[in-house]
């Protein structure tokens, strides 16, 4: 059995806790949080406190918490020579404090902590400081079902870069066309399948090889008659930039395309 302590009651910790609950091999005997509220509502049959000094001993404990907080959360810990880990995948596995066994548990997914997550289906990825104790990370994401997968610092920030443009600034893009359906009143969801076929079609082929529209055809007509129906100018500029990216990826650069 794995005890674990949890510090931390973001998205990411709630997620982790469920997954946790679900395991016959992981035992989470503690969870932090500045405030006991944070986590009520989601806890059950856990020891919770507000308290470093009350933190319980356990085979690891579990970080996470935003980002700028990771560091400082490591250093105010009140003991040594435990397994300590961050959930992060931007912040360097230097960055928590020395005095513990140091590491990364990084699971690779957008968590909401009102939608549900097939952990199962969620790449760890696992960064250790010492090679003795990447069994122990590796252990426990296969006790939640989880493929562990050992990456370095370097790919694991480059991964979050790459998860930044295909998740969160395709969501921000999701949101444009919301917006772009409200201004003529039509469901976005008649969008939905749309989104589904495309997410769906890049398991099957490169990005490069799935890539459709007016952009790629060169369709110069299509993209003035579309620039016009633009009503905000930041819209306008995402449509620009993208369609030059995607004409320079399949070299059809020309001149810039305007609404006149």
Known sequence: MISVVLLGAGNVATHLYKAFLKS??????????????????Y?????ITDSLD????????????????????????PFSNRMVVHTSGSVAMHDLDKKNKIGVFYPLQTFSKTA?????????????YEKENLTLLKDLAKAVGCKPHKITTEQRQTLHLAAVFVNNFTNQLYRIGHEICETKNIEFKILHPLI?????????MSPYMAQTGPAKRNDKKTIKRQLKLIEKEEHEAIYKLLAASIKKTHNLTSRPVTKK
């Open 24 to 41: 016959e091999t992981v035992s989470v005997v503690q969870w932090y949080n500045r405030t006991r509220a944070s986590i009520s509502s």
């Open 43 to 47: 806890a059950n049959d856990v020891d």
């Open 54 to 77: 009350e933190l319980k001993e356990a085979d690891i404990y579990i970080i996470a918490v935003s980002d700028d907080s990771i560091s400082q959360l490591s250093s105010d810990l």
């Open 116 to 128: 549900e997550i097939e952990f199962s289906e969620v790449p760890i990825c696992v960064e250790v």
């Open 196 to 204: 589904e076929e495309t997410a769906k079609k890049i398991q099957q």
